[in-house]
């Protein structure tokens, strides 16, 4: 039985519906959105003035939605749902992130550097914790070739978030798709800056035209202990 | 790690059973999509390509982050003024859940009161040229002298990718030719706030 078949408010509801699928919920005023909720605890009655008594009662659309309602039966349910649904929503995301972002792997991190870096001025430094997960992801000027400096910024952004080891990325916009001379000497620079430390360097990322490559796989480049 | 929690999964039930749907349909949500979140974010022609999913119930899906985000967005309400930090939160919560891509442009005008909030879509690269065109055309007929140019990552980081670099090295030259300032750069990613403004004075303070 369609929802028109049901309910002399079926034309009405589907009407609703098929406007929120097709443009969302922007041009919504608060209680039709809320009507389109209670649609789904009362089939049979006209929930406008039910939605607006609610928003009234709770003084405000926001406590209605976001505080935990008292209210029995379908609505209370229905609300305490929406309630619980972005702590339940941001638990989950920091749990895909964190599960995502495991770069125990060379593999894993050329796949995932050229996703993240772009312009060439700029350094993204990976912070990971002991077992190799993202804690942080950090944008500093690109001062690769000034190890120094490099080190200050990396040394700092690993510090910040308590890391074990950091991956540089860097890339080239000029299509140059190896490592300069330069930058190959400001690696073994930083390797040898970085194992006075308790933060290991645990890879320099070049990327370019999207693709990556990884010192830790050049002989010359690698230290013993790589990824 | 098991991202499909029970308390997740009974979240899921508990909703879908105002739809009479059984616990079929909700396992079949959760294989095809692997999380909480990827079911929520979901379009809802693609949620009806599930197993057992019908277009009432992926409405209901649908219709939790966007009344969710409604009332966050009216929780934390536009501040009058474009430095005041209650701006994060109201730029969170316009972004909570969202998808897909999209363009939120402040204007204020030359003390920092804020004129008016435009949303402009996606910004991909066919459409930054008319978007620009369109928030200059709009920064000129309210007055503005001020921007502020915020836009999501959804899924991902809140850092600037080369595309958005490119964006805004449009956006500020057409300012530049107007004589309007871009105030900030905002970019969010879930409940994570980048501001570029902020992050380059940190970096000079650190320096």
């Known amino acids: ?45 006209d929930v406008n003035p039910t939605a607006h008594k609610l928003i009234e009662a709770s003084n405000g659309f926001d406590k209605l939605i976001l505080e935990d309602s008292e209210r029995t039966g379908k609505t209370g349910e229905l609300l305490r749902l929406c309630a619980a649904f972005a702590p339940t929503y941001f638990e989950d995301k920091c749990d895909c992130i964190r599960g995502m972002r495991n770069f125990n792997s060379p593999s894993l991190v050329l796949q995932y550097a050229p996703t993240v870096c772009g312009d060439p001025n700029l350094l993204r430094i990976l912070c990971l914790d002991a077992k190799m997960s993202l804690k942080n992801l950090v944008t500093v000027q690109n001062n690769f070739e000034d190890s120094a400096a490099c080190f200050h910024d990396v040394f700092l952004a690993a510090g910040t978030c308590a890391a074990a080891h950091v991956i540089i990325i860097l890339s080239h916009g000029d299509g140059n798709p190896s490592y300069t001379r330069s930058e190959i000497l400001a690696i073994g620079d930083l390797r040898t800056r970085f194992s006075h430390t308790s933060v290991r360097l645990a890879d320099v990322v070049l990327c370019c035209d999207g693709s990556a490559i990884a010192a830790s796989r050049y002989p010359l480049l690698s230290e013993e202990d790589t990824l | 790690m098991n991202l499909l929690t029970k308390e997740r999964t009974d979240f899921l039930r508990r909703l879908l059973a105002f739809t009479s749907a059984d616990k079929a349909v909700s396992d079949n949500l959760c294989t095809s999509f692997g999380s909480f979140s990827s079911i929520f974010e979901a379009p809802p022609e693609k949620l009806m390509r599930v197993a057992g999913m019908t277009e009432e119930r992926a409405a209901l899906i649908a219709l939790l982050p966007a009344i969710v985000r409604r009332a966050l967005t009216e929780r934390h309400p536009l501040p009058k003024r474009i430095d005041d930090p209650a701006l994060a939160d109201h730029l969170t919560a316009r972004y909570f859940a969202l998808s897909e891509e999209m363009l939120t442009v402040i204007f204020a005008d030359k003390s920092g009161k804020i004129l008016d909030l435009r949303e402009y879509g996606d910004l991909h690269s066919d459409t930054v040229s008319t978007r620009i065109s369109s928030i200059a055309e709009t920064a000129v007929a309210i007055g503005a002298n001020q921007l502020i140019w915020a836009h999501n990552h959804p899924g991902g980081f809140a850092i600037p990718s080369a595309n958005d670099n490119a964006a805004l090295s449009m956006i500020l030259a057409a300012c530049r030719d107007l004589g309007i300032t871009v105030y900030d750069h ?5 409940d994570d706030y980048v501001s570029i403004k902020e992050s380059v004075k940190e970096r000079t303070n650190e320096r």
């Open chain 1, 1 to 45: 039985m369609t929802d028109t078949q049901k309910s002399p408010h079926g034309g009405h509801r589907k009407r609703l519906r098929d406007r929120f699928l097709r443009h969302g919920s922007r041009e919504f005023y608060d209680h039709e959105l809320l009507e389109l909720l209670l649609f789904y605890a009362h089939k049979r009655v």
């Open chain 2, 186 to 190: 905002i970019i969010i990613a879930d």
